[in-house]
């Protein structure tokens, strides 16, 4: 039993690996990309925490943080969230115009109003995006962030998802990520870097 | 042996049994002798719940995480069954896996062995309590009552002091940066204690 169980273990892992390669590939860089940055990202039309619509126009002329997760998170999610918004809070004046996104991987779940209450501790710096799951599986692809749902034994379940915020510069370019848990300081240049370019 | 040879003998092993008091007693200073009588009051199934801690949620969250030191001063195995708290419908273990950059959890279906003298710590980064469905949020400052079901050690109750998001970084940080790595489950940072594969197949 212990055999197959890690087999499966094993499998499971290595498919999140096979899947994910090709996206992490263009992101792996802990250095904000200062040289021909990608365009990534794709048109979308979504609610927002307050139950507005929200389309790509609202990352336009704008640095911009974007952080894949849902509530069902006991950890990842509300550290990253924390981190951000302190990042931001930090940065004071130099802030500027810097905006982040929580986007839901679970929107089955996550509602406008539950999006609401879970970013409501940083609702100055964050807001939340959710809406139709197809729509937000090809937001997230467009940003190389891999979303699985994985159903649990007891008819719950759970969803793997990439844990890195990705950093997005004025004309909607791609110029790096912050890790879960990276370094503070570095993840403070990282912003300061996004803001001024 | 008759039974005069065999009341010396006893009186023999007495006086041993006493010079060896006495000596063991010299060295309670190093506090042996306090560590030997705490795991003999705790009798075959000597654990410690420790360090208990959580992380503040917000008002309408259904989920919150939840962590502790097990350390078993016994003199064997024991396994953990099962995990109950009256502020979550659902409580279990659960163990994170940061996989490039992919976040993956899932429940701990094997019950978690602690191994006789081992310390099984339960983090942020892996291995952790996953309260479902709850009653009522984490609340900074307050503290959870969580009952811990073990095979051998029964019942056990630990209660974990709620930290604020702030204090929760803090306390993070200060586990070190070795998260992501404790999927094995088991911990060598005390020398004293061996470090057991737990035989329970997250890894």
Known sequence: ?197 | MTQRDAGGCLAAMKQLVSRSLSALAGLAVAGLLVFSITAHAEGMHGLMLKDGWSRETTANARVGGGYLTIMNHGEMADRLLSVRADHAGMSEVHNMIMQDDVMVMRPVEDPLVIEAGAMLELQPGGLHLMFMQLEQPHVAGESLDVVLVFEHAGERTVTLEVLSMRDSMERMAESGGSHGDHDSGHSDHDSGHSDHDSGHSHN
């Open chain 1, 1 to 197: 039993m212990l055999t197959w169980r890690r087999a499966l273990w094993l499998g499971t892992l290595l498919a999140v690996v096979a899947v994910g390669v090709a996206g992490f590939l263009i992101y792996r860089n802990t250095q904000i990309q200062a040289a021909s940055p990608p365009t990534l990202g794709a048109p979308f039309s979504l609610i927002d925490s307050d139950g507005q619509p929200i389309t790509e126009a609202a990352f336009a002329g704008r640095p911009t943080a974007l952080f894949f997760g849902f509530t069902h998170c006991p950890e990842i999610c509300p550290v990253s969230l924390f981190e951000v918004s302190t990042l931001m809070d930090e940065l004071g004046a130099e802030k500027r115009d810097l905006q982040a996104f929580f986007i839901s991987v679970d929107p089955e779940r996550d509602t406008p109003e539950l999006m609401g209450s879970f970013i409501a501790p940083f609702r100055d710096n964050i807001r939340g995006i959710t809406g139709p799951l197809p729509d937000i599986e090809v937001l997230a692809g467009s940003w190389g962030v891999y979303i699985k749902k994985v159903p649990l034994d007891d008819g719950d379940y759970t969803v793997d998802h990439t844990a890195s915020v990705i950093l997005v510069d004025r004309k909607g370019r791609f110029r790096g990520t912050i890790a879960y848990r990276e370094n503070h300081q570095t993840a403070l240049d990282k912003l300061r870097l996004l803001v001024s370019l």
